[in-house]
């Protein structure tokens, strides 16, 4: 999965479902994977996982949504945790 970017990995999360797609160049690359196995866009986040610090970044193109999520880092603190918990699981990191 580190073969697109050296030392990270980027993610999309479907939080609802539990499961996640990654290594791909883009975030949308990983979104489009789980749209296509099901996943519903409201449910789908972008997050990196750092490998080397093993630590989650929460920024992503796909994050922005207007009335949800303004920016490309998400907001919400309950998403955030949501999002870090299932890569984290991922990942196998503490």
């Known amino acids: 999965m580190l073969e697109a970017h050296e030392s990270y990995i980027k993610v999309a999360v479907d939080?609802?479902?539990?499961?996640?797609?990654?290594?791909?160049?883009?975030?949308?690359d990983c979104e489009s994977v789980l749209l296509e196995d099901g996943s519903q866009p409201q449910d789908v986040w972008g997050a990196d996982w750092v490998a080397d610090q093993q630590t989650v970044r929460y920024g992503a193109l796909i994050n922005i949504r207007p009335g949800k999520n303004p920016a490309m880092e998400l907001q919400d603190s309950q998403l955030r945790s949501r999002v870090g918990t299932l890569v984290r699981k991922f990942f196998h990191a503490p």
Not at 15 to 28: C, D, K, S
């Open 15 to 28: 939080v609802r479902q539990g499961i996640l797609a990654g290594g791909g160049e883009f975030h949308a």
